[in-house]
């Protein structure tokens, strides 16, 4: 039994049809994560989830991470923020909370395997003795880099029917199957502070003003200008 982990857009929708075409026996599985603002694992995209599995026929299950996330994602969001830093969550949430939980969850429920909707590889290299993890064929797509720190246990588990193919295959699939998700646009910023800046995302969170104006001063000293932090 395969458990593909359904976000509700079109990419996981797509990586459950051609597993099902396959004849393999698959789940669905989504995750709970965000209640607020934002669109990450929204009701809107459980609904779209849900809509799909039942055209397939398969089973159906949401597991509620939104503690978890909360605390290994979008915490340490907010504090890398406010120290000037970087921050990096889509890593932290695959690394720490979608596929530890997907993979834990899956095997109680029945499930030896998983699968998602990222544009990425994996294969055992009998050289090495390890599994490795590879770019997805559509350059333009690849997700590896956000699952680099996947470790060889959840590689060893996870499958990406994706990983050949480029997006605009992906699309012709859901509409030739008339998929719910089909004409779905993705998303292009972090999930849970879409549609707002991050500083304000941050500043609501932590109760605290992080943009502080100050000068604007040139090589040579002089004031130019003033920036809003």
């Known amino acids: 039994m395969i458990a593909v982990a359904m976000s509700g857009g079109v990419d996981s929708s797509t990586a459950a049809v051609l597993l099902k075409e396959r004849e393999e026996q698959i789940m669905g599985l989504s995750m709970q994560l965000w209640r607020n603002n934002g669109r990450c694992c929204s009701l809107d995209d459980l609904w779209d989830a849900r809509r799909v599995v039942t055209q397939l026929g398969i089973p159906y299950y949401v597991l509620n991470l939104e503690k978890d996330f909360e605390n290994t994602v979008v915490a340490p ?83 990406f029917p994706l990983g050949e193919m480029t997006k605009p295959e992906v699309r012709e699939i859901a509409r030739r199957y008339g998929l719910a998700t089909s004409e779905k646009a993705e998303s292009q910023e972090i999930c849970f502070v879409e549609g707002r800046s991050y500083a304000d995302f941050v500043e609501e969170y932590a109760g605290t003003e992080t943009r502080l104006p100050g000068p604007i001063v040139a090589e040579s000293g002089e004031v130019v200008g003033t920036h809003a932090g």
């Open 77 to 159: 969001f907010v504090q890398t923020y406010l120290r000037g830093e970087t921050p990096s969550p889509c890593i932290l949430c695959n690394n720490y909370v979608k596929f530890h939980h997907l993979v834990e969850k899956a095997a109680g429920i029945g499930a030896d395997r998983v699968a998602t909707g990222h544009y990425a590889r994996v294969k055992y290299d009998e050289a090495l003795g390890r599994w490795l993890l590879l770019r997805g064929k559509d350059r333009n797509k690849d997700q590896s880099y956000f699952l680099f720190g996947l470790t060889q246990g959840q590689l060893s588990k996870t499958l």
